[in-house]
């Protein structure tokens, strides 16, 4: 008898105890992190990746619905998880318009709040492709809808025809013309041929000056033309008829009406 009321005290007490509480884990410190979105990685076909705010550290994820989630996609020349096209896995190619903005799943302890597109801050993966009322491009620059990055728009004259330097963007410059139009590089615009003096008004002219004005004779090796500020030109290059120690050339310019309207000598 004495053995079972003891069982039972003990039993009581055992019962009374209640379990230790957990302290709240420490938010984890940014460590100038913050608002940089870091460590990408997929979780089946979610895209996970961390991100500050405030000092703390949560985790973002973002299903990529129709897309692929990718550990080794390769965003902006740098390889890291993203949600890509299918047809894309092989090559890396990240997809810029993900089917599902990215849901907060903050650690415990961190101040996050979710995001979307339209909140008005520009967070990881949103971009200028993908969320353009967050992540606008400055007024002097343009989206690359490719890459999702914003590019200066200065940068038509570097000799690169990229994507956002097309027609469309009046970058004729770096991307030339179609139709037979020229390229005028003062107002970096294509414009039509119509009223080019011919190539043989403009030797004429050209060949026409030298007679009136020069000891040399020349015989025409190239005729080019151009546009700029609004106007249309030939340039006539002429070779010098007598061999000399020296090259001899003189270059002629004569506009749309077959006047010459300047010369240069080598």
Known sequence: MAVLLLAGVAALFFLSLKP????????????GFEGKPVNYRCEGN??????????????LRQDCGNLVC????????????????SSAVSSA????SPSAQASLVPYAGSGLAPHYCGDGSCDAPENCAS?????????????????????ARDACGDGVCSTLEGEGFSCCVDC??????????YDNACV??????????ASQAALGYFAANATHQYNVSLVLPYAFAGDLFKLVILDCVNVTEYACQAWVTVNSTGSVVSVSHT
């Open 131 to 151: 969320c353009a009322s967050d992540c606008a491009c400055g007024s002097r620059d343009q989206c690359n809808l490719t890459t999702g990055t914003c590019r």
């Open 20 to 31: 230790a509480e957990k302290p709240n884990p420490t938010p984890q410190a940014c460590d």
């Open 192 to 201: 039509e041929t119509e009223g080019l003096a011919s190539d043989d008004a």
């Open 93 to 96: 190619t990240p997809s810029v």
């Open 46 to 59: 979610e895209l996970v990746y961390d991100s500050c705010r405030n000092g703390s550290l949560g985790a």
């Open 176 to 185: 030339g013309c179609t139709g037979g139009r020229l390229c005028d590089r």
């Open 70 to 85: 990718d550990d080794f996609a390769v965003v902006g020349g740098e390889q890291r998880a993203d949600c890509i096209e």
